[in-house]
C-alpha cells in the first residue's frame, strides 16, 4: 500500500468518480453494483487494483525508461512499433510485484473465494484503463481479459499480463491515433467472480439501434458459451430488439426482432493445456434454438433501460448468463461511442440508381454504398499487400486488423454479427460493412470490382461491378409543419428504423404482402394443408423455414407479427394503417408450396384479390393467420396504434362479409379501440361512400388502382402509360367526390397512392380539396411536407 491510496478497493466501494483510481471499466462495474443492484440489476461480486498500485508497479522494476526508450528507438527509426511492443511487454512479465501489493491481492482474492463460496474461486481478470470506455472514445478491445482464472499465482500472473497489454501494438497506435499519450493513460485490473457462461450464454447489448440510431429500442445479441466469441466474430449470433416505451407493461412482450443466428461454434473453458479457453463446435441442437427465452431477453432489455437512464446516455453493455445456476448479469457497461455521437438534425441518405447482379449477401452494418476492388487478406500481416481505399474482404477480424481497417473503403467478413469486431469499428470509422456473409472470401477475387450497399436494410448486399448510387443531404431543420398530417408508406421493417428521425404523423400503408414474400417467403394455405402437398421440393423448403416451430403456422404468426412490430415501432405511438395481404393470384402462386392453391386467371388485377379472398372458403383459414398476427402485435406486443386496412373491396355485401370474419377472428371494430379502413380504390368506393363509410372509420385511396380503373388502363401496360395520369381531370373528380361524401360523414381520408410521392405539386390539390393525410414514400417526404405547407399557406 502506498501513500497515495490503497492498493486493493471492492468493487462495492467505487463508482464513476473514481475512474482516475480504477479506470473507467471498473468505475462504472462499482457504479453499477453500488447504485442498481435494488433495480435487479445483477452484476458479479470483485475487487480492483488501484492505478496507484499500477504505478508503484512500474516505478518498482524501472519500467518509465524502459517506456520511453521503445518508443524513442520507434520515433528514430531503429526500431519498429511491434518490435517496441514485445519489448514493453517483456519487461512487464519479468517484473515483480512489490509486496505490498502482492500481499492485498492475495488477501483480497481469498475473500472473494469466501464471499463466493469457493475454495479456489474461478475469476475473470480484467483490464481496466483510464482513458476507456469515454463517451467520445472507445476503447473496447485494447487491453486483455483473462478468464477462468483460479489460485492466488495464477491471479498475480494475469494481473502482470493485463498492465503489459496496456502497450499492445494495436493499443498504442490507437492512443497515439486519439491523442493519449502512453506515460498518461494508466491501468486498473478487475478481478470478479467467473460467470459460466461456457455452460450457458453470453453476449451484447446495446441501449440504442447501432445501426440507424433509434433511441427507442434495446439491441442484443447472444451466442452458447463465453462471450468473446461474439467479439472476435466466429459466431454469428441471434439477434434480439425490444421496444423500450412498452417495457413498463409487464404484460406485453415488445420483442420486435427475434432472428436466430448461426453460431457454428462457441468458446467454452479448456480443462487441459496452456490456454484458459478453446473454441468448439455447437450442437445440432444449440444452433437450431435460439439462447434466450422472452422472460430473459425483457430482463436484460429492463436492465439496459435502468442502466441508460442511470447513466443519462446510451449505453453499450456485455451480459452473461450463469449456466449451472441460469442467473443473468451484466458483466460491463460503458457509453455507446458512435451513434450517440451522431448528428440528429441531418443524415446521408444513399440509394441504388441500377440494378445489379447480387453476388453475396450478408449483415448490413452502417447504410452507405461504396465501390471498389477486392483486396482478400488471410492475417493482419499482409498489411503490405493491402490497397489503400480497396474493400477488405477475410474472414472476421479482432484489434489486430485496426491498421489495415482503417485504410478501407469498406469491409465484407465471413462471420461476425453485430457486436463483432469488424462491425463495431466499421461504424466507429464511418465504413459501410458486410458481416457474416457466409462465404466471401470464396467467392470474391482478388481486384474484383464490386459495389457494396449497406442502404436497404437489414440486409447488406455485394453487388458485380461499380453500379450507379445516389447520395442526398437530408436536413431536418428544413421540415415544415403542416395541419395535413403527412404520412410514410412503407412495406420493409428491414429499413423502417432508418427513417425515425422523420417527423412523420404515422403510416399511412404498411404493405403485409412485402413481409410475406421477403420474410416469410411461403404461401400460408401450405402450412395449414402441409400433408397434402405434393410438391416435394416445396415441402423440403418450408420444412427448412419453419425449423424448430413445433406448429408450422406459428412459423407464419410470429414472423408476420414481429416484421410488422418493426414498421409500428418506428412511429409509436402515432397510427400505423397496416393493409391485410393484397397479392393477387399469380403473386400468391409465386411464394413456396403456392401453386397448389392458386387458381389461374386471365387477368389476376380483376381476380380474386383483396376482401373477396379473407370469407372465401379457399383463403379464410389463412386469413385466420393474418388476424392471428394482427392480435399479437396489438394485444401481446402492446402496439395498439395499429389499424387495419382491407383492400380492394368491391361492395358494401362484400365488407359486411369481411367484418364478420374479422370479428369472428378477434378482430371486432372499436374493441380496444380497433379502427379499420377500407382502401378506396374501386369507383364503386366513390360511387357508394355513405355506405361504406357506415361500416369503417376510413377511407384510404389508393390512387394507382382507383386511376386505372377509372380510366381503363392496365398500369403495367408499357404502351398505354402515356395514359396513366393520376391527376386526370376524371381520377380528381373521384377523388373530390369521395372526400366530399366522408366530410359529411364525419369519417377520415388519406391518399396512400404513388401520387403525391411522384409528383408533389399534387399534395396541394389534395389539401385543396379537404383531405386528412397524406402518406408517401420516405425520400419523397421533405418536398411532400413542403408542398403541403406551401399549399396551407394559401388558403389561409
Not at 441531418?346 to 483486396?375: N, T
Request: proline letters at 4%.
Amino acid at each position: 500500500m502506498t501513500a497515495e491510496g490503497q492498493s486493493i478497493l471492492w468493487l462495492d466501494q467505487v463508482g464513476n468518480d473514481d475512474v482516475a483510481r480504477v479506470g473507467g471499466k471498473n468505475a462504472s462495474l462499482g457504479e453499477m453494483i453500488a447504485n442498481l443492484g435494488d433495480q435487479g440489476v445483477n452484476v458479479p461480486p470483485g475487487f480492483a487494483t488501484s492505478v496507484s498500485a499500477y504505478w508503484d508497479f512500474v516505478a518498482a522494476n524501472g519500467l518509465k525508461k524502459v517506456i520511453e526508450d521503445a518508443r524513442a528507438a520507434v520515433s528514430d527509426g531503429t526500431s519498429t512499433p511491434k518490435q517496441a511492443s514485445e519489448t514493453i511487454r517483456d519487461a512487464f512479465i519479468r517484473a515483480e510485484w512489490p509486496a505490498e501489493t502482492a500481499k492485498a491481492i492475495r488477501e483480497a482474492y481469498r475473500q472473494l473465494c469466501e464471499k463466493t463460496g469457493h475454495d479456489e474461486a474461478s475469476v475473470a481478470v480484467r483490464s481496466s484503463a483510464t482513458a476507456e470506455d469515454l463517451p467520445d472514445a472507445s476503447f473496447a478491445g485494447q487491453q486483455e481479459t483473462f478468464l477462468n482464472i483460479r489460485g492466488e499465482d495464477a491471479v498475480l500472473d494475469a494481473c502482470k499480463r493485463c498492465y503489459g497489454s496496456l502497450f499492445g501494438e494495436r493499443a498504442i497506435s490507437y492512443r497515439e491515433s486519439r491523442g493519449f499519450d502512453d506515460l498518461q493513460v494508466a491501468l486498473s485490473v478487475g478481478v470478479q467472480m467467473m460467470v459460466r457462461s461456457d455452460l450457458g450464454g453470453a453476449g451484447v447489448m446495446f441501449s440504442i439501434d447501432t445501426e440507424t440510431g433509434f433511441d427507442q429500442v434495446v439491441l442484443i445479441t447472444a451466442v452458447w458459451g463465453l462471450g468473446e466469441s461474439l467479439v472476435q466474430g466466429s459466431a454469428n449470433p441471434d439477434e434480439y430488439q425490444v421496444f423500450k416505451p412498452l417495457l413498463d407493461n409487464k404484460t406485453l412482450q415488445p420483442i420486435i426482432t427475434r432472428s436466430l443466428g448461426g453460431k457454428a461454434e462457441k468458446m467454452i473453458y479448456a480443462d487441459k493445456g496452456e490456454t484458459t479457453v478453446e473454441t468448439i463446435a455447437t450442437t445440432e441442437h444449440e444452433r437450431g434454438h435460439y439462447v434466450l427465452d422472452s422472460d430473459e431477453v425483457l430482463q436484460l432489455a429492463r436492465w439496459a433501460c435502468v442502466i441508460e437512464q442511470h447513466y443519462g446516455m446510451p449505453m453499450d453493455m456485455e451480459w452473461a448468463r450463469d449456466g449451472e445456476t441460469g442467473e443473468l448479469y451484466i458483466v460491463q457497461a460503458r457509453p455507446e461511442t458512435v451513434q450517440s455521437q451522431a448528428a440528429q438534425n441531418a443524415f446521408k441518405l444513399y440509394e441504388m440508381k441500377e440494378p445489379g447482379k447480387k453476388l453475396i449477401k450478408g449483415l448490413s452494418i452502417g447504410s452507405a454504398i461504396v465501390s471498389g476492388d477486392v483486396c482478400r487478406l488471410d492475417s493482419p500481416d499482409q498489411i503490405d499487400d493491402f490497397v489503400e481505399g480497396s474493400i477488405l474482404v477475410t474472414g472476421n477480424t479482432d484489434p489486430d486488423w485496426m491498421p489495415i481497417m482503417q485504410k478501407a473503403a469498406a469491409i465484407i467478413t465471413d462471420q461476425g454479427g453485430r457486436t463483432s469486431h469488424a462491425a463495431i469499428v466499421s461504424r466507429e470509422l464511418g465504413l459501410p460493412a458486410v458481416v457474416g456473409a457466409g462465404r466471401a472470401t470464396d467467392q470474391l477475387n482478388n481486384g474484383q470490382t464490386v459495389t457494396v450497399s449497406c442502404a436497404e436494410g437489414d440486409e447488406g448486399f455485394i453487388y458485380e461491378g461499380a453500379l450507379d448510387y445516389e447520395v442526398r443531404d437530408i436536413q431536418l431543420d428544413d421540415i415544415p409543419e403542416t395541419e395535413t398530417r403527412v404520412m410514410l408508406n412503407l412495406a420493409n421493417p428491414a429499413s423502417a428504423l432508418r427513417w425515425w428521425r422523420l417527423p412523420a404523423d404515422g403510416v399511412g400503408l404498411a404493405r403485409m404482402e412485402f413481409v410475406i414474400n421477403d420474410h416469410i417467403q411461403l404461401h400460408p394455405m401450405a402450412l395449414l394443408k402441409f400433408d397434402e402437398l405434393e410438391d416435394e421440393a416445396a415441402k423440403k423448403r418450408i420444412e427448412e423455414l419453419t425449423r424448430g416451430y413445433a406448429d408450422r403456422t406459428e412459423y407464419f404468426v410470429e414472423q408476420l407479427s414481429l416484421g410488422l412490430a418493426r414498421i409500428a415501432a418506428v412511429r409509436y405511438p402515432n397510427p400505423v394503417i397496416v393493409r391485410m395481404s393484397d397479392f393477387k393470384t399469380n403473386e400468391y402462386a409465386n411464394l413456396i408450396g403456392g401453386r397448389a392453391f392458386e387458381p389461374e386467371e386471365e387477368n389476376p388485377m380483376l381476380g380474386f384479390r383483396g376482401a373477396s379472398r379473407y370469407y372465401s372458403p379457399l383463403y379464410r383459414d389463412a386469413f385466420a393467420l393474418e388476424c392471428q398476427a394482427i392480435r399479437r402485435l396489438r394485444e401481446v406486443m402492446g402496439f395498439d396504434n395499429v389499424r387495419i386496412m382491407i383492400p380492394f373491396c368491391r361492395t358494401p355485401a362484400e365488407a359486411d362479409q369481411v367484418l364478420d370474419v374479422l370479428a369472428d377472428n378477434g378482430l371486432k371494430r372499436g374493441d380496444n379501440g380497433l379502427e379499420i379502413y377500407v382502401m378506396c380504390e374501386v369507383p364503386s368506393n366513390v360511387i357508394l361512400a355513405r355506405e361504406f363509410a357506415q361500416r369503417f372509420d376510413g377511407f384510404s385511396i389508393g390512387s394507382n388502382d382507383l386511376t386505372q380503373l377509372t380510366l381503363g388502363v392496365d398500369r403495367d401496360s408499357g404502351p398505354l402509360a402515356h395514359l396513366f395520369d393520376e391527376q386526370n381531370d376524371a381520377v380528381k373528380w373521384m377523388l373530390e367526390k369521395v372526400i366530399s361524401s366522408a366530410r359529411e360523414t364525419g369519417t377520415k381520408t388519406g391518399l396512400c397512392g404513388q401520387g403525391p410521392s411522384d409528383y408533389p405539386a399534387f399534395a396541394g390539390f389534395l389539401v385543396d380539396i379537404g383531405i386528412d393525410s397524406i402518406s408517401v414514400t420516405p425520400d419523397s417526404f421533405i418536398a411532400v411536407k413542403q408542398h403541403v405547407a406551401a399549399a396551407e399557406k394559401k388558403r389561409r
